[in-house]
């Protein structure tokens, strides 16, 4: 085993032979939308996700299900499913199986095998002083989607939070084994304050933010968060911050931001400065919506992370 549970990497990683090793990672959870088709799509990309984080490429999935024996109609069963196919397709990857269970709850996701040249595999281990934090999603789907729940979401930034959360990490894990990045994760649930905490522990530096240029997926999220749209998850995630973040410099709301509970959220990289340009230039060619350099990797500090203009 090249990569286990130890710094709480994206996934596992298991070494066949010098030039080969698979890459594994299960995720499932509750809806986050309404619509059965694009929930699936959700569950499927973030599944995905933790095998490009690591930057390697997957091949196979299983479908996890859990699904009531009664009161829900075995059609949206189906649309569910049909959505984490069209995603699977999207990215080249065969859905294999799967399992299913009775549970008063519906969840979905998968799990997901990759492969990886072991040689060539991105850890959260292994940021560098100096090194460029480069952010390939924005953030807020936690707060747009508790907003969706209570009725208080506009259709557009609905639409916007589906086409982010449906988005496939792939263009960015391919741009990141090109150049010289040293360390990746995925923002999700832990919010970007936690999964860049956990990078920094491991790796044993410490992190600056530009608060100015964390990206939001609307200028109106903290309209939303100023009406206490925020999920629980969010406020642990800023609970725990504050034992690893100095957020003097931060308002209110933007320390709801960058707790975020992010479901599908986009990959953190640790770049060396000389090769940012390039990455960037990757990343557009790919067609990444979003690449933007949102701090750096400093010396290890009294905080893993601080924050400044």
């Given at each position: 085993m090249l990569v286990g549970i130890s710094t709480g990497d994206d996934a596992g990683v298991y070494l066949l032979r010098e030039d080969l090793a698979i890459v594994n990672t299960v995720d499932f959870?509750?809806?986050?939308?309404?619509?059965?088709?694009t929930y699936g799509q959700i569950a499927a990309a973030n599944a995905l996700s933790d095998v490009y984080a690591m930057g390697g490429i997957p091949k196979t999935a299983l479908n996890i299900v859990c699904w009531p024996q009664t009161g829900m109609p075995h059609a949206m069963l189906g649309e569910i499913l049909r959505g984490g196919s069209e995603k699977a397709r999207e990215a080249g990857v065969a859905i294999v199986g799967g399992h299913s269970v009775a549970d008063e709850e519906v969840k979905y996701g998968m799990a997901v095998t990759g492969v990886i040249d072991p040689r060539r595999i991105i850890r959260n281990v292994g940021a560098r002083v100096g090194d460029a934090l480069l952010l390939s999603?924005?953030?807020?789907?936690?707060?747009?989607?508790?907003?969706?729940?209570?009725?208080?979401?506009?259709?557009?930034?609905?639409?916007?939070?589906?086409?982010?959360?449906?988005?496939?990490?792939?263009?960015?894990?391919?741009?990141?084994l090109e150049y010289d990045v040293h360390a990746a994760t995925d923002i999700t649930g832990f919010g970007l304050l936690g999964h860049l905490a956990n990078m920094c522990r491991a790796s044993s530096v410490s992190a600056e933010i530009f608060k100015e240029h964390i990206p939001a997926i609307s200028s109106e999220i903290f309209d939303l968060i100023d009406h206490e749209c925020?999920?629980?998850?969010?406020?642990?995630?800023?609970?725990?911050?504050?034992?690893?973040?100095?957020?003097?410099?931060?308002?209110?709301s933007q320390r709801i931001l960058l707790a975020d509970a992010q479901t599908s959220g986009g990959l953190l990289l640790c770049v060396r400065e000389s090769s940012l340009p390039k990455v960037r230039r990757v990343l557009a060619r790919l067609r990444t919506p979003s690449a933007a350099v949102i701090g750096r990797i400093m010396r290890r500090r009294k905080h893993l992370i601080c924050t400044t203009k």
């Open positions: 959870f509750t809806p986050v939308v309404d619509d059965p088709f999603k924005p953030l807020g789907t936690g707060v747009l989607m508790t907003a969706l729940k209570r009725g208080q979401l506009p259709e557009d930034q609905y639409a916007a939070a589906v086409r982010w959360m449906g988005e496939l990490n792939a263009a960015t894990a391919r741009a990141m925020v999920p629980g998850g969010t406020r642990d995630n800023l609970k725990a911050a504050r034992e690893t973040t100095d957020l003097r410099s931060v308002s209110q």
